[in-house]
């Protein structure tokens, strides 16, 4: 089990940037798939982004504007957000996987994008 603790949401214009961390606690954080969510009031929840060992991937609405990276010898994963539009506005989640399941959820944190 690898407990999630996220940090880094706020209020931000459309426009601006935002910079989300995941701190992780476990000795095999470099094994897992680690991915970010976010859940909009009303929406499920959906797919952000997600980084591998070697490979990252995007949804579309995100992609050219959000950057995922982690520190493998840190034990966190940050989600770097540029250009937000209020769209964007949710709580964003990350989580930690193997393979196609995410078994463990940080509690999330807020991002508000104004127009």
């Known amino acids: 089990q690898v407990q999630l603790v996220e940090s880094g949401g706020g209020l931000v214009q459309a426009g601006g940037s935002l910079r989300l961390s995941c701190a992780a606690s476990?000795?095999?954080?470099?094994?897992?798939?680690m991915g970010w969510f976010r859940q909009a009031p009303g929406n499920e929840r959906e797919f952000v982004a997600r980084?591998?060992?070697?490979?990252?991937y995007y949804a579309d609405s995100v992609k050219g504007r959000f950057t995922i990276s982690r520190d493998n010898a840190k034990n966190t994963v940050s989600l770097q957000m540029n250009s937000l539009k209020p769209e964007d506005t949710a709580v964003y989640y990350c989580?930690?996987?193997?393979?196609?399941?995410?078994?463990?959820w940080g509690q999330g944190t807020q991002v508000t994008v104004s127009s």
């Open positions: 476990g000795r095999t954080f470099s094994s897992y798939t």
């Open positions: 989580a930690a996987g193997v393979g196609g399941t995410y078994l463990d």
């Open positions: 980084i591998t060992w070697s490979s990252t």
